[in-house]
C-alpha cells in the first residue's frame, strides 16, 4: 500500500478529545524534513509558537500532544515536533474557516462529549482530582474550561473537514485510471475473507403495547408545546443509545445514512415543529426541528420501543426453527427462505445477503469483522445453517436469526473486477486527499498565519510559512 499512503506519516487521533471529529483525520499531509537538530532544540518560555487565523499555539500544546498520545499506548518515537506543529497548524486552520462559513457547534454537543471524555479519564485514572492533576490544572474549572474549548475547536475542525469531502464524488472510469497507475508490486492485498446471508425473525409486538408507547410520545408532544424541555424528555426516556445522552440531538441533510421513514418525517417538518408519533424498524419516535440551516437540520427526537411478552418471544423461535429445518431438509433454499420469511428489510430482497458496512460489499475481512459476529459464524462450515440465536440491540429490542456463510475467499492481491467497491473506497479517499490539499492551499493564501522562532526552520509540505 506504499503507492496510495504515498502521503501518510502517521495515524492519530488527536488527544483524548479528537474522537468526537467526524472524519478521523489519518491522513497528515505535513511531511516534515527537520533541518539539522532545530527541533529537537526547546523554546526557554511557553509562549505562543504560531497562530493560524483567531487561534494560537502554545509551545506546551505539542508536549500535551505527545503526553495524551503516549498515554494512550501510541509510538511516538518517530513523530517530530515540527510534524505535531503541522498537525496542529492544519486543526486551527479548520476550525478558524468553520467559524468563517458560520458552523455552529450547539453547547449540548460540547457538554455530551465533555461528559464522555471525562468519564473515560476518571476511569482510567481514578478520580476527578487526578484528572486535573494528571494536566497539570489548578483546578477542575480551569481544566473543564479548557476541555470545552478543546472538545469545540476538534467538532469544528470535523465539521469543516466533513464540509470539504462530502462534495467529492468518483465515476467508474476515474476508478479504472486510479487502478491502472498503481504499480503491481504495489497493489494492496487483502486479508481473508467471507459473505455471510442471515435470516431475522422479530417478535411481534401486541397492539396494546404499541398504542402504550405512541400515547407516551403525544404526551412528550403535549408537555414540550406546554415549555417542557424537549432535551431532558430525551435523556431520560429516548432508548437511542446514539443520542439520549445528548438530548436526542441529530444534525443531518438528505444524504446522512438514516432510514427513510425517519428522513420523510424529519423534512416534512418547518423549524420549531414536533412530529406526530411514527414507527420504523427500530421502534416509535417524534422528532422535532431546532433549526434549518439550508441543506442540513438540527433535530432532536425520542425513541420508544415497545415491550415484547414472552408468548410473542416464543412464537418467533418456533417460527425460525420452523424454517431452519425446511432449509435443512433441502425443501427451500436459504436464500429463498430469506426473501419468503424474513422480517428484515434491508437483506429480505437479496436473499438475506449481508453488506459490510464499512465498505458497503459483501465481503467480511475476517480480522476486521464486527466480534460478536465473528463469534456467530467463525465455527460455520461453507452452507451451514446457525442454531436460531437471539439478538438483543442497544435499546432493549430482540429478534431471532438464522445465518450461513456463502462463500469463503483467501487472501489475495486486488483484482478489479472482484474487489472494485474496495477499489473505489480507495480511489475516493485519495481524491478527498486531494481536494483537502486544494482546499488548504487556497485558504493558507488568505489566512492570517504565523510561525515564531525557531518553528520557522521547519520544513512543511503545506505553505505555512508563506515563501
Known amino acids: 500500500m506504499k503507492y496510495i ?6 495515524s492519530i487521533c488527536f488527544l483524548l478529545m479528537a474522537s468526537s471529529m467526524v472524519w478521523a483525520q489519518e491522513i497528515i499531509r505535513d511531511t516534515v524534513k527537520p533541518k539539522k537538530t532545530t527541533e529537537t532544540r526547546r523554546m526557554k518560555i ?7 487565523g483567531d487561534y494560537n499555539i502554545l509551545d506546551s500544546d505539542i508536549d500535551k500532544t505527545f503526553l495524551e498520545l503516549s498515554s494512550q499506548g501510541n509510538s511516538i518515537k518517530d513523530i517530530t515536533r515540527c510534524q505535531m506543529l503541522g498537525k496542529l497548524l492544519e486543526d486551527k486552520l479548520y476550525a478558524h474557516q468553520a467559524i468563517q462559513d458560520s458552523i455552529v457547534v450547539s453547547d449540548d454537543e460540547i457538554k455530551s462529549k465533555m461528559d464522555e471524555q471525562l468519564n473515560y479519564m476518571i476511569e482510567q485514572l481514578g478520580s476527578m482530582d487526578k484528572v486535573v492533576q494528571y494536566f497539570k490544572k489548578t483546578n477542575e474549572a480551569d481544566f473543564k474550561a479548557e476541555l470545552s474549548e478543546i472538545i469545540k475547536m476538534n467538532k469544528l475542525a470535523g465539521s ?7 462534495g467529492v464524488e468518483i465515476t467508474p472510469e476515474e476508478v479504472r485510471t486510479f487502478f491502472k497507475k498503481i504499480p503491481a508490486n504495489e497493489l494492496p492485498v487483502f486479508g481473508a475473507e467471507m459473505e455471510v446471508s442471515q435470516i431475522v425473525v422479530v417478535p411481534k409486538v401486541s397492539e ?7 400515547n407516551k410520545l403525544k404526551e412528550f408532544k403535549k408537555e414540550v408545546q406546554e415549555g417542557s424541555s424537549f432535551s431532558t424528555k430525551a435523556v431520560l426516556y429516548s432508548q437511542d443509545p446514539g443520542s439520549s445522552s445528548n438530548g436526542g440531538f441529530y444534525r443531518m441533510n438528505k444524504k446522512t445514512p438514516f432510514v427513510k421513514e425517519f428522513k420523510d418525517v424529519a423534512f416534512s417538518l418547518a423549524e420549531g415543529e414536533i ?3 411514527f414507527e420504523t424498524d427500530f421502534g416509535w419516535h417524534i422528532i422535532y426541528i431546532e433549526k434549518i440551516k439550508g441543506q442540513d437540520l438540527d433535530l432532536r427526537h425520542i425513541l420508544l420501543v415497545p ?11 418456533d417460527r425460525i426453527q420452523q424454517i431452519k429445518k425446511r432449509i435443512e431438509d433441502k425443501s427451500i433454499s436459504f436464500a429463498d427462505a430469506a426473501r419468503a420469511e424474513s422480517d428484515e428489510k434491508e437483506t429480505k430482497a437479496n436473499g438475506g445477503v449481508l453488506i459490510n458496512p464499512k465498505t458497503q460489499d459483501t465481503h467480511f475481512e475476517l480480522t476486521k469483522m464486527d466480534p460478536t459476529l ?3 459464524v467463525s465455527g460455520l462450515k461453507e452452507g451451514e445453517v446457525s442454531i436460531p440465536q437471539i439478538d438483543v440491540d442497544q435499546s432493549g429490542k430482540k429478534k431471532y436469526k438464522l445465518l450461513m456463510v456463502t462463500n469463503r475467499i483467501e487472501e489475495h492481491t486486488a483484482d478489479y473486477a472482484k474487489d472494485y467497491i474496495k477499489i473505489k473506497n480507495l480511489a475516493l479517499k485519495e481524491k478527498q486527499i486531494n481536494a483537502i ?15 515564531n522562532g525557531e518553528y520557522r526552520n521547519c520544513e512543511f509540505t503545506n505553505n505555512w510559512i508563506k515563501k
Open 46 to 52: 511557553d509562549g505562543v509558537i504560531a497562530t493560524v
Open 160 to 166: 469543516m473537514q466533513k464540509k470539504i469531502i462530502d
Open 437 to 451: 490539499a486544494k482546499w488548504s492551499e487556497e485558504k493558507i493564501k488568505e489566512t492570517y498565519v504565523k510561525i
Open 307 to 317: 415491550k415484547t411478552d414472552e408468548q410473542a418471544l416464543s412464537e418467533a423461535k
Open 275 to 277: 412530529s406526530e408519533p
Open 208 to 214: 396494546s403495547e404499541k398504542q402504550k408507547v405512541i
Open 5 to 10: 499512503h504515498k502521503q501518510q506519516l502517521f
Open 374 to 376: 465473528y463469534g456467530q
